[in-house]
């Protein structure tokens, strides 16, 4: 459980603000939390829409889950939906493990472009090359492609 807490409190410092980062530290210290408790810890004049907002984009990304329950307030007659934030830690890992599958694969995409295919192909010997294989071997002629080939200078 101790390297799921650590688990989180990485990942929020990797990809959120600072007031997600408090968020996720308060939620994982207290276990769950109501808004009313996250007013208090924001006591620096955070509205509870603007505490909602941090809360919806943690829900987002995986790292918050919520729990409403319906509660009776002293003294009032009605009872109400109380939202309690917690941390489900086997849904926070699964949202963490898929983030990174994407970021894996979105920087392998970006990687693609230096593997490129060899369009470059000798007439003569027939020999392929790649854009970056046959920059530093002009044609001082500038004859067709531009460039000779390696192998046989043609």
Known sequence: MEQAKVLVRTVARAF??????VVIDAVITHSALTLDDLK???????QPKEISKYLGKLREGGLLSCYGRQETKPGAQKTSTVEYW???YHRAIDATKYRLHM??????????????KKEYS???CSSQ????????????EYRASGFLCKRCNN
């Open 129 to 140: 090359w790649t854009q970056m294989e046959v920059l530093d071997n002009p044609d001082p």
């Open 103 to 116: 970021l894996q694969e979105h920087l392998s995409h970006l990687g693609r472009s230096t593997t490129e």
């Open 40 to 46: 208090q810890i924001f006591s620096g004049g955070r």
């Open 16 to 21: 959120y603000d600072t007031e997600h980062i």
């Open 122 to 124: 000798c007439r003569v």
């Open 86 to 88: 917690w941390i489900d």
